[in-house]
């Protein structure tokens, strides 16, 4: 079934490091992240980012407007460089105009490169939005722990 201009809606589409779902689905959003900053702390840490780990919760409100059944939704990770990573998909339903779905996924996801990432949402063929997550890279040089002798 073709997507209508009239639907699905986008509440809401971010990254967060928690998310709180009451009883009645109402969903809460603690730490909203747009910027990661890996800070590499030694004595001679590397001039350029080594590539780290990290897991964020991506979330998802999607309202259905006139959209209806069910829809294959996909996120399409695309690095500074312009190249992209695997997707991920998902099924989604839509019921009713002010029904909808909410998607809370961990995306654990391996940054290479200092940047900024854009994390690309489809529902079928449609592009419904981009996620922008910056990321940057601090060198700390830190002294040694040799101790050194002390005069009285």
Known sequence: MPLSTDGPYIQ????????????????SLLRVIDTLTH???KPTPPEEMPAFGYTLKLVLMLKSGAARG?????I?????NGTT??????????????????????MNFVFTLEGLYWFNVYLGETKLTSIPLRVKYNRLVVGTTEQRPTTP
């Open 12 to 27: 809401a589409a971010c990254f967060c490091d928690m998310v709180i779902e009451d009883k009645a689905g109402v969903l």
């Open 39 to 41: 800070t590499e702390a």
């Open 70 to 74: 069910r829809h294959n939704l996909k």
């Open 76 to 80: 399409v990770p695309e690095l500074p």
């Open 85 to 106: 990573q695997p997707p991920t998909e998902v099924t989604v339903h839509f019921e009713g105009e002010e029904k909808g779905q909410n998607i809370v996924a961990d």
